[in-house]
T-cell receptor, first 116, second 114 residues
Framework: AQSVAQPEDQVNVAEGNPLTVKCTYSVSGNPYLFWYVQYPNRGLQFLLKYITGDNLVKGSYGFEAEFNKSQTSFHLKKPSALVSDSALYFCAVRDGSGGGADGLTFGKGTHLIIQP | NAGVTQTPKFRILKIGQSMTLQCTQDMNHNYMYWYRQDPGMGLKLIYYSVGAGITDKGEVPNGYNVSRSTTEDFPLRLELAAPSQTSVYFC?????????????FGSGTRLTVV
């Protein structure tokens, strides 16, 4: 079985400071990892993914994430936060050894609040 | 290009009523999914489909049914609404089988059962 943990319900960061949203995962095979963002009353939007290759992946809106196999983590980062980054962020995982048809497993989400 | 379209956006149902949540995509994606989102619980997979005529249960299928008669449409049916089905429902689609293509999500249907 696959699972995702987002240990923080909420992260508060001052505008201009770096931000990190944490994610750890558990899969039996190789992980396919994703970050999505959800703005109020909207669907989820894709930010970035890790499938294979370089452990540091870059995505939309200046976000990046670092895959750490030994710590089974995939933390989302941004060097300088903007107020407009305030949203709900979801980490998701899929076991790459499976067929992939039965969907991603999502974490509970982390509210990111950027204070002016 | 509309992407994934869900209707209605909001709905209030009485206990025991039935309804169909509509989902349509215009990207010719074979894979489609229904999730429900509950506060603090993330997204849970209800049903998914790998192509027209093929559907399968996800993590929380009880109380729901789906059909996939065309590539474009993947409606979700609630037969006897219960308060536990109060949630936000998201439809998503993907072009690839191994999820490395990511999903395109609809904007959601907020359902309240009273």
């Amino acid at each position: 079985a696959q699972s995702v943990a987002q240990p923080e319900d909420q992260v508060n960061v001052a505008e201009g400071n770096p931000l990190t949203v944490k994610c750890t995962y558990s899969v039996s095979g190789n992980p396919y990892l994703f970050w999505y963002v959800q703005y109020p009353n909207r669907g989820l939007q894709f930010l970035l993914k890790y499938i294979t290759g370089d452990n540091l992946v870059k995505g939309s809106y200046g976000f990046e994430a670092e895959f750490n196999k030994s710590q089974t983590s995939f933390h989302l980062k941004k060097p300088s936060a903007l107020v407009s980054d305030s949203a709900l962020y979801f980490c998701a995982v899929r076991d790459g050894s499976g067929g992939g048809a039965d969907g991603l497993t999502f974490g509970k989400g982390t509210h990111l609040i950027i204070q002016p | 290009n509309a992407g994934v379209t869900q209707t209605p956006k909001f709905r209030i149902l009485k206990i025991g009523q039935s309804m169909t949540l509509q989902c349509t995509q215009d990207m010719n994606h074979n894979y489609m999914y229904w999730y429900r989102q509950d506060p603090g619980m993330g997204l849970k997979l209800i049903y998914y489909s790998v192509g027209a005529g093929i559907t399968d249960k996800g993590e929380v299928p009880n109380g729901y049914n789906v059909s996939r008669s065309t590539t474009e449409d993947f409606p979700l049916r609630l037969e006897l609404a219960a308060p536990s089905q109060t949630s936000v429902y998201f439809c998503a689609s993907s072009s690839g089988a191994i999820a490395n293509y990511g999903y395109t999500f609809g904007s959601g249907t907020r359902l309240t059962v009273v």
